[in-house]
């Protein structure tokens, strides 16, 4: 399983029409009962954490019964389920979905001035006209993963505050581990995408997101891409990464971190649990904040993994609503899979331990300006520079290993000059 942010982004949903328009009131005047069906992309606990939520819910609520659906392609399947109206009363919403079209398919919640001071992810997350359409499951910080195990042994016990730091702590982990020191999983793709998240986090910027849309040269000398994409050429380029990337496998390397023959991976903090069930001992996996700091001060941008919403056909929305709140205020489901609770009052996970050592302050992006929304990533799919699927990612990679015949500079010219093209035609 991996997370919302982790899943490659689609292009464009491949729907139908508008299966309907939602009221300002998911449940409105409606009694709680009867049965709902819950969507899910949770297959490896569905039938143990989630049967646990179904007996409290079912019990809190008497005449309530929840069933689920755990789906594996979650993306593909759902994206078609929704040519129609059956499509779960409760589900997570599509990466896919624009947020012009969350009214369309999903019930709204509330509106954002109602909801943000009570939770998370609400303010600039699958909302529209100030609507909330869906709340999150969990929430992630951006930094990297690491075998603390394998760094201590080769000398480093903080965490690094630059990319020379970072890149000379990679050297003493190779020279005297072993250990692989930063795995890129590079056939995969998605998780090179994964560096993308740390941006905000390198400015220490909540509108880092809505001014990578307003430039013409991020990969310029000083600016958050180049330094975040600087630092995977120069780790490539080293030698600090596995051998030969086209061979790499995520499932495996979980337990080639955990086991510590990989030392470090660049990915949301979703990851932490996974990397634990992994290891000998909890306690060798830590999280640790990208290698930089701005003023004195680490950074780290958090935000929503998938969002639970209701379909806006459901016949049972009072029951749908209940489930949702439940699930987000009361089963504890965020800090229980090491994530930031979507719930403001609710304390850090103890998997960000190590973050909130290192004195990280976590910051949420701001939203982008109406009619703005989503422009960065627009942009970004227009040049052929999609962001978050890490395919430009693998070129960088290529390059630094000599498989493409391009240095950093014209590589990062070549990226310049392709998005300043791209933004002259949309903004």
Same mark, same amino acid.
């Given at each position: 399983?991996?997370?919302?942010?982790?899943? =490659?982004?689609?292009?464009?949903?491949?729907?139908?029409?508008?299966?309907?328009?939602?009221?300002?009131?998911?449940?409105?005047?409606?009694?709680?009962?009867?049965?709902?069906?819950?969507?899910?992309?949770?297959?490896?606990?569905?039938?143990?954490?989630?049967?646990?939520?179904?007996?409290?819910?079912? =019990?809190?609520?008497?005449?309530?019964?929840?069933?689920?659906?755990a789906?594996?392609?979650?993306?593909?399947?759902?994206?078609?389920?929704?040519?129609?109206?059956?499509?779960?009363?409760?589900?997570?919403?599509?990466?896919?979905?624009t947020?012009?079209?969350?009214?369309?398919?999903?019930?709204?919640?509330?509106?954002?001035?109602?909801?943000?001071?009570?939770?998370?992810?609400?303010?600039?997350?699958?909302?529209?006209?100030?609507?909330?359409?869906?709340?999150?499951?969990?929430?992630?910080?951006?930094?990297?993963?690491?075998?603390?195990?394998?760094?201590?042994?080769?000398?480093?016990?903080?965490p690094?505050?630059?990319?020379?730091?970072?890149l000379?702590?990679?050297?003493?982990?190779?020279?005297?581990?072993?250990?692989?020191?930063?795995?890129?999983?590079?056939?995969? =793709?998605?998780?090179?995408?994964?560096?993308?998240?740390?941006?905000?986090?390198?400015?220490?910027?909540?509108?880092?997101?809505?001014?990578?849309?307003?430039?013409?040269?991020?990969w310029?000398?000083?600016?958050?891409?180049?330094?975040?994409?600087?630092?995977?050429?120069?780790?490539?380029?080293?030698?600090?990464?596995?051998?030969?990337?086209?061979?790499?496998?995520?499932?495996?390397?979980?337990?080639?971190?955990?086991?510590?023959?990989?030392?470090?991976?660049?990915?949301?903090?979703?990851?932490?649990?996974?990397?634990?069930?992994?290891?000998?001992?909890?306690?060798?996996?830590?999280?640790?904040?990208?290698?930089?700091?701005?003023?004195?001060k680490?950074y780290?941008?958090?935000?929503?993994?998938?969002?639970?919403?209701?379909?806006?056909?459901?016949?049972?929305?009072?029951?749908?609503?209940?489930?949702?709140?439940?699930?987000?205020?009361?089963?504890?489901?965020?800090?229980?899979?090491?994530?930031?609770?979507?719930?403001?009052?609710?304390?850090?996970?103890?998997?960000? =331990?190590?973050?909130?050592?290192?004195?990280?302050?976590?910051?949420?992006?701001?939203?982008?300006?109406?009619?703005?929304?989503g422009?960065?990533?627009?942009?970004?799919?227009?040049?052929?520079?999609?962001?978050?699927?890490?395919?430009?990612?693998?070129?960088?990679?290529?390059?630094?290993?000599?498989?493409?015949?391009?240095?950093?500079?014209?590589?990062?010219?070549?990226?310049?000059?392709?998005?300043?093209?791209?933004?002259?035609k949309?903004?």
């Open positions: 399983m991996r997370s919302m942010i982790a899943a =490659a982004l689609a292009l464009g949903l491949v729907l139908g029409g508008a299966t309907g328009c939602g009221s300002d009131d998911a449940g409105g005047d409606g009694k709680i009962g009867g049965e709902i069906t819950v969507l899910t992309q949770r297959t490896d606990i569905v039938n143990t954490v989630f049967q646990d939520y179904k007996k409290k819910f079912e =019990a809190k609520y008497p005449g309530t019964t929840v069933k689920f659906e789906i594996t392609d979650y993306e593909g399947d759902v994206r078609v389920r929704m040519n129609t109206k059956n499509y779960g009363d409760v589900l997570l919403i599509p990466n896919s979905v947020d012009d079209q969350l009214k369309s398919f999903f019930e709204p919640l509330g509106t954002v001035d109602a909801l943000k001071d009570k939770y998370r992810f609400v303010t600039n997350e699958k909302t529209f006209d100030g609507k909330v359409y869906g709340l999150s499951i969990t929430g992630n910080a951006q930094g990297y993963v690491l075998n603390k195990k394998v760094w201590t042994q080769a000398g480093i016990t903080e690094p505050k630059s990319p020379e730091e970072f000379a702590a990679l050297k003493a982990i190779k020279d005297k581990t072993g250990a692989i020191p930063l795995y890129t999983n590079y056939k995969e =793709a998605w998780p090179l995408g994964q560096w993308e998240g740390v941006r905000g986090a390198v400015s220490g910027d909540p509108d880092a997101v809505t001014k990578l849309a307003e430039d013409d040269a991020p310029a000398a000083g600016k958050e891409h180049y330094i975040i994409d600087s630092l995977l050429y120069d780790a490539v380029k080293g030698g600090y990464t596995e051998p030969d990337p086209t061979t790499t496998n995520w499932e495996q390397s979980k337990g080639l971190l955990g086991t510590g023959k990989i030392a470090t991976m660049m990915l949301g903090s979703w990851s932490i649990v996974q990397m634990q069930q992994a290891a000998a001992s909890k306690d060798d996996i830590a999280y640790w904040p990208f290698p930089h700091q701005t003023n004195g680490f780290s941008v958090i935000g929503g993994d998938y969002k639970n919403a209701i379909n806006v056909n459901s016949k049972n929305k009072a029951t749908a609503r209940a489930w949702i709140d439940w699930f987000t205020d009361e089963s504890n489901y965020a800090t229980d899979q090491g994530g930031v609770s979507t719930l403001k009052s609710a304390a850090m996970p103890s998997t960000l =331990a190590d973050l909130t050592a290192a004195k990280t302050e976590l910051i949420e992006l701001n939203p982008a300006p109406k009619g703005k929304e422009l960065a990533d627009k942009i970004g799919n227009s040049a052929e520079i999609a962001l978050f699927d890490g395919k430009y990612r693998q070129v960088i990679v290529d390059a630094a290993r000599g498989a493409k015949n391009e240095s950093k500079d014209q590589l990062f010219a070549d990226l310049n000059k392709k998005w300043a093209a791209a933004r002259a949309l903004k």
